[in-house]
């Protein structure tokens, strides 16, 4: 009975460790792989090297519905679960979901992530250009993505100031959801 107690513990232990790991985690940058292809991504993060990847799923296809991601230790699928329904997306990671949905409909400069009752707008700075992305939360932080080259969709940079609690999968969704707005 003591030792099954002691591998509660032990696995109450290890699950808070790997809980508290996926907080607070940046993404800073993100790059294409190809010049001329923009369906495969570099995630840059605390490493100067590669910290993950973004890509479509389907990519003879041209399938731009169903996206594959990985960074860190977490990996999963973003997805329109709706066929072709642009404003609507989700992002799966085992059991979490993060649901990603315009504020408006038919207009894609604005949009709501949600996931785990934390809830982040994130929107165009400058209205039709789609070079720069914000979140300006009082309660969360400033979250930032722009170009690097101005009118230049293949290299972004990433101003995270957002509070340690936003877990690493959200700050994913809104990496895939400025940059798909932006070149699709």
Excluded at 80 to 93: A, G, L, Q, T
Excluded at 101 to 124: E, F
């Amino acid at each position: 009975m003591i030792f099954r107690s002691k591998i509660y513990v032990a696995l109450f232990i290890l699950s808070l460790m790997c809980t508290v790991d996926a907080y607070g985690q940046a993404i800073l940058g993100i790059s294409a792989v190809w010049d001329d292809n923009l369906t495969e991504w570099k995630i840059y993060g605390e490493t100067e090297e590669s910290d993950g990847t973004l890509e479509i799923k389907w990519p003879l296809n041209n399938d731009w519905t169903e996206w594959e991601f990985e960074i860190y230790h977490l990996d999963g699928d973003v997805m329109m679960p709706r066929n072709n329904v642009f404003e609507y997306w989700e992002m799966r990671n085992g059991s979490d979901l993060v649901t990603i949905r315009t504020q408006w409909p038919g207009d894609t400069r604005q949009w709501t992530v949600r996931y785990k009752g934390i809830k982040l707008n994130i929107a165009t700075r400058y209205g039709n250009i789609a070079d720069e992305w914000i979140v300006d939360s009082k309660q969360y932080g400033y979250w930032s993505m722009y170009t690097e080259y101005e009118g230049d969709p293949r290299d972004w940079i990433i101003e995270d100031e957002l509070d340690p609690e936003i877990d690493v999968i959200m700050k994913m969704a809104l990496v895939h959801i400025a940059l798909v707005s932006s070149i699709r």
